[in-house]
Nanobody, 126 residues
Framework: QVQLVESGGGLVQAGGSLRLSCAAS????????MGWFRQAPGQEREFVSA????????YYANSVKGRLAVSRDNAKNTVYLQMNSLKPEDTAVYYC???????????????????WGQGTQVTVSS
């Protein structure tokens, strides 16, 4: 049974930082592409970042480039999202997701991913 469990969300002031973690179990973590998505109230789930199986290749939405950084530790079956210079518009539930496919052209789409976590709330106050 595959489980993805996010943690590290919370309330932070604009300009602050948070580090999200996603711990995976029940899958061969080192062979999966990992993605981060977010969903604000009343909006569709949107792509934030992705990292390939080795950690060598990373991908970001334009809105977060230069502020967020994705990384992974395959020995710990965990993927991270370091979030700096946070803005109120970053407020959302953040989800991690796992994909068997390494097709980098599809990382941005929710239907590329096979498994999802339950999400963690990030709230940025102005």
């Amino acid at each position: 049974q595959v489980q993805l469990v996010e943690s590290g969300g919370g309330l932070v002031q604009a300009g602050g930082s948070l580090r999200l973690s996603c711990a995976a179990s029940g899958l061969t973590f080192s062979t999966y592409t990992m993605g981060w998505f977010r969903q604000a109230p009343g909006q569709e789930r949107e792509f934030v970042s992705a990292i390939n199986w080795s950690g060598y290749s990373t991908y970001y939405a334009n809105s977060v480039k230069g502020r967020l950084a994705v990384s992974r530790d395959n020995a710990k079956n965990t993927v991270y999202l370091q979030m700096n210079s946070l803005k109120p518009e970053d407020t959302a539930v953040y989800y991690c997701a796992a994909a068997r496919s390494a097709n980098s052209g599809r990382y941005y789409y929710t239907d590329h991913y096979d498994y999802w976590g339950q999400g963690t709330q990030v709230t940025v106050s102005s």
